[in-house]
């Protein structure tokens, strides 16, 4: 039986498979009304609209969340690229000036305009492959000036994208600078935290040490930043567990997080950010997902885009490494991209689909010859370019 809902209404049938955060429907409709998500379900189910949008046995998900990503940088690390296959690790070209260090020299060159057309360009991509929300940090600048403009040029990026952005001015010491987590505090916060959603902090050996990264996370949560961390990515360092204690909404990477790490986050709720990108390019080993998946900590999946240790733009192509080289199931995978990297970025609005949910919704044909199945997109490594996206329940693409 229809039923008839009041208001702006645009009722997108025809969907092969949809992918709604928590469950698959087979031939779904989804209605939207000013825009949010009004009725999702079987689509011979459907109520009436007086607009239609035939998906045309698409795949349909929700927006896409990229829940970690460096994605407002200038400059090139191709040859930060040719060192590390000849074989020198991406720390040891950091201590040497190399690494991060050359994108700060090249940011801080480029205008805040230069940052927005770059990052604009970068999100329109992302678009292309139906992601609807973008987390952004800063940590280029490493000056409360260049810190600002950072984010300044990530939050005028946005739209039609949506971007959270995330202060990490402590995600590398100058070089000569002893007090500089003084600076990060004293002078780089004040600026920052009203352009910033999250604060963020490098937590690791031969970045900031637990003590210097509590310190960080503290005075930003004291001036209502929400919090996650960069932890156990090179080295163990305990980060993951002193994130979650202060209630963290992310911690990410987690290659060498431990049972206590993995119980704190357990019990805070904190979500675990994998980044299969950073993974395969510097060779590190997996997170322990079989520890993370019974403790029941939430697996979200970042492109962790950045010119150095992940120069990845493809959320799905991130998806199905996450399936191969970490072991997320297909499942895992679809839910890491949509509902559960939303909550790492502290908007539970969206990546799920069903009454009251933002009406962002991604539409994919399969690669050629292929069924029109989820599990098809994970399976085939990206390149999955939206046949349609609608953002807040408009067509954006
Ligand atoms: O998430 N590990 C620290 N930050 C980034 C790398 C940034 C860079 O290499 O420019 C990461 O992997
Ligand atoms: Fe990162």
């Not at 607009?51 to 929700?62: N, Q, S």
């Not at 395969?280 to 019974?294: C, G, H, I």
């Not at 895992?332 to 990297?341: F, K, W, Y």
Request: proline share 5%.
């Amino acid at each position: 039986m229809a039923t008839v809902l009041p208001g702006q209404r645009t009722l997108v049938r025809g969907i092969r498979q949809l992918w709604t955060g928590t469950a698959v429907i087979d031939h779904a409709a989804l209605l939207l009304v000013d825009g949010r998500v009004a009725w999702v379900g079987p689509e011979d189910g459907a109520p009436t609209a007086t607009d239609h949008f035939d998906a045309g046995g698409a795949v349909g998900m929700p927006g896409l969340v990229d829940p970690h990503t460096h994605a407002t940088f200038a400059g090139s690390r191709a040859g930060d690229f040719e060192r590390r296959l000849a074989g020198e690790s991406y720390t040891a070209i950091l201590e040497a000036g190399g690494g991060i260090h050359s994108t700060v020299a090249a940011t801080r060159a480029a205008s805040e305009d230069d940052l927005v057309s770059y990052t604009r360009a970068r999100l329109s991509e992302m678009l292309a492959y139906g992601v609807t929300t973008v987390e952004i940090k800063s940590g280029y600048g490493l000056t409360a000036e260049d810190e600002a403009k950072m984010l300044r040029a990530a939050r005028r990026a946005a739209g039609p994208v949506d971007v959270v952005t995330t202060f990490l001015g402590a995600h590398a010491r100058p070089p000569g600078q002893a007090d500089y987590v003084d600076r990060v505090i004293g002078e780089q916060l004040p600026l920052c935290a009203p352009l910033a959603d999250a604060i963020d902090v490098y937590c690791d050996r031969g970045a900031f040490t637990l003590e210097e990264a509590e310190r960080v996370l503290r005075a930003g949560k004291a001036l209502g930043l929400a919090v996650r961390i960069h932890a156990e990515q090179v080295a163990f360092t305990g980060g993951a567990a002193m994130a979650a204690s202060l209630g963290a909404q992310s911690a990410d990477h987690l290659e060498h997080i431990d049972d206590d790490g993995i119980r704190a986050m357990a019990d805070a709720g904190t979500v675990a950010v994998l980044l299969p990108g950073a993974m395969l390019y510097l060779r590190d080993p997996s997170p322990p997902v079989a520890r993370l998946r019974a403790a029941g900590v939430a697996l979200a999946i970042g492109t962790d885009l950045n010119p150095g240790s992940s120069p990845v733009r493809d959320l799905w192509s991130c998806a199905t490494l996450a399936c191969l080289t970490m072991g997320l199931t297909v499942h895992e995978a679809l839910a890491g991209i949509t509902v559960h990297a939303a909550r790492a970025v502290g908007r539970p609005d969206r990546g799920w689909l069903g009454p009251g949910a933002r009406g962002d919704l991604a539409l994919y044909d399969s690669p050629p010859g292929e069924p029109a199945e989820l599990r098809v997109l994970v399976q085939y490594m990206g390149g999955h370019r939206a046949k349609a996206v609608f953002k807040d329940g408009r067509r954006v693409l």
